[in-house]
C-alpha cells in the first residue's frame, strides 16, 4: 500500500512540474527541432541564400522589390548607470562610417531608446534583453542595417540594400542578431514582435532566459517557423516576404557567420559578448567537453535509479514479511504462556 501511495504522490509531482513548465519545455523543443532541422532545409531551399560576391558580373540581373532598404546604420549603446565608455567601440564606429558617408548613422542610448521602446518591453532585467528588443521594433519602424557595436565595415552595403530582409547564419544552427538588414515592416521583423509577450519568462540562468527570450535563440527559433510558413507550399510568397542568409558565391555560410572574434568578407567581428555571465562560461565549457557532461548526467540518473529502486524494494520486502513476523511473534508469545501454565501445574503438584 505504501508503495502505491509513493508511486502515486510522484506522478502527482511529476504531472504538475510539467504543466508548470510546459511553455519552458515548449521552447526547449523549438530549439531542438532548430538544431534537428535547420541544415537540412537550408539544403532543400537553396534559393534562401544569398550568395554575396564582393565583385559582381555588371549585367548581375538585380533582386525584384518594392523599394530598397534606407539607408541607415542603427547601433545601440546602454550603459543604464555603469561607467563604461565607446571608447573601446571607436574604431568599429569609424569604419562603418567612413564607408557609408551618406548613411545616417543612429546610436541609441539608454533615453533615446528608452523612449523608443513601447512600455510593455520596459521591464526586462537585462540590459542584453531590452537591446535585442530595440533593434527588432528600430528596424520594423525605420529599416536600415543594425549592427552590434563589435562589428567593423570591411566592404559597403549598398550592394545588399536591394534585399528585403538579410543575416548572416549562426553556429551551429539558426540565424544571428548581431548584424540584420531589413526593409521597414518586413513580415518578419512583425512576426517577431508580435511573438515577444508570449516567450517572456523567467529561466534559472540569465544567459538562458536572455537567448530564449530576445536572443538569437529566440530571434533562430521564431525565423524558423517564418521560413517554414513561407516555403510550405499553401501559398505564392511576394518578392517582399522573402528573408536571405548571407552565403559567399559557392553557397558556403560559414564564411560570413559572425561567431566570436573572426573576420568575414564583410565585416570584422571583436566578441565582445560583454553580456555574458558566469552562466554562459558554464554552458560554453559544457559544449567544448559534451561527451564528458552527458557521460556524468547519465551516471547521476542511474545512481538516481538505482538508490530509488533499492528504497522501493527494500520496502516491498519489509511489508511482505511483516505479516509472518506478526505471525511468529504471536506463535511465541503463546508458547510463552503454555510453558508458564506447565510449570504452575507442575509446582503445584510438587507442593
Keep these: 500500500m505504501k508503495t502505491r501511495t509513493l508511486a502515486g504522490l510522484i506522478f502527482l509531482g511529476l504531472t504538475g ?61 546602454l550603459q543604464e548607470g555603469r561607467n563604461s565608455s565607446l571608447d573601446r567601440y571607436s574604431g568599429a564606429l569609424a569604419s562603418c562610417q567612413d564607408l557609408h558617408g551618406d548613411w545616417s548613422h543612429m546610436l541609441w542610448t ?11 518591453y520596459e521591464h ?38 536591394r534585399l528585403p530582409f538579410l543575416t548572416p547564419g549562426a553556429y551551429p544552427a539558426g540565424v544571428n542578431n548581431a548584424f540584420i538588414l531589413a526593409r521597414p515592416h518586413h ?33 533562430t527559433n521564431r525565423w524558423m517557423s517564418y521560413v517554414r510558413w513561407l516555403k510550405d507550399g499553401s501559398k505564392s510568397a511576394t518578392s517582399d516576404e522573402q528573408v536571405y542568409v548571407l552565403a559567399d558565391t559557392d553557397g558556403n555560410i560559414d564564411r560570413h557567420m559572425l561567431r566570436g572574434k573572426v573576420t568575414t568578407p564583410l565585416f570584422a567581428h571583436g566578441g565582445a559578448s560583454s553580456w555574458h555571465g558566469w552562466d554562459a562560461a558554464a554552458i560554453v565549457l559544457i559544449g567544448k567537453h559534451y561527451c564528458i557532461f552527458l557521460v556524468l548526467v547519465g551516471l547521476g540518473m542511474g545512481m538516481s535509479i538505482t538508490i530509488v529502486w533499492k528504497l522501493v524494494r527494500r520496502n516491498n520486502n519489509a511489508e511482505r514479511q511483516s505479516p509472518f513476523a506478526r505471525s511468529r511473534g504471536s506463535g511465541s508469545h503463546g508458547s510463552i504462556e503454555k510453558l508458564d501454565d506447565e510449570e504452575k501445574l507442575l509446582f503445584g503438584k510438587d507442593g
Design 17 to 77: 512540474l510539467l504543466f508548470l513548465a510546459r511553455h519552458h519545455l515548449r521552447d526547449l523543443s523549438d530549439v531542438a527541432t532548430t538544431y534537428a532541422t535547420y541544415q537540412k532545409f537550408i539544403q532543400s531551399h537553396p534559393e534562401i541564400l544569398y550568395r554575396y560576391d564582393p565583385l559582381p558580373p555588371k549585367d548581375a540581373t538585380p533582386l525584384e522589390g518594392s523599394e530598397d532598404v534606407p539607408r541607415i546604420i542603427h547601433q545601440i549603446y
Design 110 to 120: 539608454d533615453d533615446t531608446g528608452t523612449a523608443f521602446i513601447p512600455p510593455h
Design 124 to 161: 526586462y532585467a537585462q540590459s542584453i534583453q531590452r537591446a535585442n528588443i530595440l533593434r527588432y521594433a528600430l528596424l520594423d519602424h525605420f529599416g536600415g542595417v543594425y549592427l552590434d557595436l563589435d562589428v567593423s565595415c570591411l566592404q559597403p552595403l549598398d550592394e545588399l540594400r
Design 187 to 219: 513580415p518578419f521583423l512583425v512576426h517577431l514582435l508580435e511573438e515577444v509577450p508570449r516567450r517572456d519568462m523567467k529561466w534559472p540562468m540569465p544567459y538562458v532566459e536572455n537567448m530564449l527570450s530576445t536572443g538569437c535563440m529566440y530571434f
